[in-house]
């Protein structure tokens, strides 16, 4: 079945560091990869995603590229800010008629002033 | 454009009673997700619905049941609750067409807790 790893955490840095979270895949087929962000006490937001392979998804300052060949989704931000501590999911949703997403454990950030 | 919503915010039972979610998906959006999130376990994906209909289940017993009334909102109702039940959960909806068929927009989540 379809399956996502991701770095476990936490991850604490200093404001202005260099992010960057890696997530692998298994899946069939071709899936849509998707990263979501956690803030304390609330649902989840999307970040950001990609549908198909050598797509850039990007928002507010974060990237990651779907690498087929590595079947990676990195999750990477040039500069962190205090605002950026939450916990970071790497999903997948594989399709096939089933709609469901597959999450990674998540990644718990913590960046530090 | 109001966003996914869900109630009640909190919910607490204790084990053997039965637990009732809400969900109101973003309008124009046809499909319902619900996923749950405990402690140590990530999150797990629950139920799909769409056009009221089931459309998949995830690995869950069948005291996890739901459905999607005309208006495309959800209920999820839990019974026989056991303390391993106690979690967040998710509801998430999308459109049935379009440029964003294939992304999930998630709610705030119901926090259960089973004493």
């Known amino acids: 079945g379809d399956s996502v790893t991701q770095m476990e955490g936490p991850v604490t840095l200093s404001e202005e560091a260099f992010l960057t979270i890696n997530c692998t895949y298994t899946?069939?087929?071709?899936?849509?990869l998707f990263w979501y962000v956690q803030y304390p006490g609330e649902g989840l937001q999307l970040l950001l995603k990609?549908?198909?392979?050598?797509d850039k998804g990007s928002n507010k300052g974060f990237e990651a590229t779907y690498r087929k060949e590595t079947t990676s989704f990195h999750l990477e931000k040039g500069s962190v800010q205090v605002s950026d501590s939450a916990v970071y999911f790497c999903?997948?949703?594989?399709?096939?008629?089933?709609?469901?997403?597959?999450f990674g454990k998540g990644t718990k950030l913590s960046v530090i002033p | 454009e109001a966003g996914v919503t869900q109630s009640p915010t909190h919910l607490i039972k204790t084990r053997g009673q039965q637990a009732t979610l809400r969900c109101s998906p973003i309008s124009g959006h046809t499909s319902v997700y619900w996923y749950q999130q405990a402690l140590g376990l990530g999150l797990q994906f629950l139920l799909w619905?769409?056009?009221?209909?089931?459309?998949n289940r995830g690995n869950f017993p069948p005291r996890f049941s739901g459905r999607q009334f005309p208006n495309y909102s959800s209920e999820l109702n839990v019974n026989a609750l056991e303390l391993e039940d106690s979690a967040l959960y998710l509801c998430?909806?999308?459109?049935?067409?379009?440029?964003?068929?294939?992304?999930?927009?998630f709610g705030a989540g119901t926090r259960l807790s089973v004493l």
């Open positions: 990609a549908t198909k392979a050598d």
């Open positions: 619905y769409d056009e009221g209909e089931e459309r």
């Open positions: 899946a069939t087929g071709y899936p849509s």
């Open positions: 998430a909806s999308s459109p049935r067409e379009g440029r964003a068929k294939n992304i999930q927009y």
């Open positions: 999903a997948l949703l594989s399709g096939a008629g089933s709609y469901q997403l597959t």
